[in-house]
């Protein structure tokens, strides 16, 4: 198809430069956003937790196992846009780059390094490629934290489905319940995040966007 904008070549870069620039802020602006709404969301899980524990009411105890795998698939909701927003600033400032001749801009090349590398399996915000990286043992203190509670609280919960005759007969669908809730929600983020097939998907996308395949 022939070009129709009858602008000049000079014209034509500066109008990527400029649609290509505020992409990148607003791509930066949602990785902001979502790494902001993930440190706010397990702070608030966490003092959730804490009133049902204190609170010694046996529906919290019952209630709280359910919150942690919440708590965590929700954090990993988070990460995954924050991840998105990554992959997107990334191809932005490669298109910017060669439009500049140089590389001016290594904000996606510094995160890989400090943070985690984005295109190599890993398991929520925890990475098989940097395992002793700041970020992932973050993530691996929260996962043993959120494990203590959710054991914890299985255990008072189950004292007091086992200690009343009236709701003893609901502590295996109970418990049953739970063991499922928790393996299908751990077992879809590892595969999910394990493959990467999303983040393949939107970098496969954007290269052949901005002329890179």
């Known amino acids: 198809m022939s070009d129709q904008s009858h602008l000049s070549p000079e014209e034509r870069t500066r109008l990527q430069y400029d649609a290509l620039t505020r992409q990148l802020e607003r791509m930066r602006g949602m990785q902001y956003g979502y790494f902001t709404k993930f440190f706010w969301w397990v702070t608030l ?39 998105f927003a990554r992959v997107h600033a990334r191809a932005v400032e490669k298109k910017l780059n060669q439009l500049l001749g140089e590389e001016v801009l290594l904000g996606a090349q510094i995160e890989d390094l400090y943070f985690y590398p984005l295109d190599q399996p890993k398991f929520s915000g925890f990475s098989f490629a940097k395992p002793a990286g700041f970020f992932s043992v973050y993530t691996l ?39 499922g809730w928790a393996f299908v929600n751990v077992a879809y983020l590892f595969v999910y995040f394990a493959r990467g097939r999303d983040l393949k998907a939107v970098a496969d996308k954007l290269a052949v966007g901005y002329g890179d395949q």
Request: proline share 4%; charged share 5%; net charge negative.
């Open 45 to 83: 899980t966490l003092l959730v937790l804490m009133y049902l524990l204190l609170n010694l009411n046996p529906m919290g105890y019952l209630v709280a196992p359910f919150l942690v795998i919440t708590a965590g698939v929700q954090a990993s909701f988070y990460l995954h846009f924050v991840d």
């Open 141 to 179: 203190h929260w996962c043993g934290l959120w494990t203590m509670i959710f054991l914890y609280t299985l255990s008072l919960g189950y004292w007091s489905l086992s200690g009343d005759r009236e709701l003893a007969g609901w502590l295996l669908p109970y418990l049953l319940l739970l063991s």
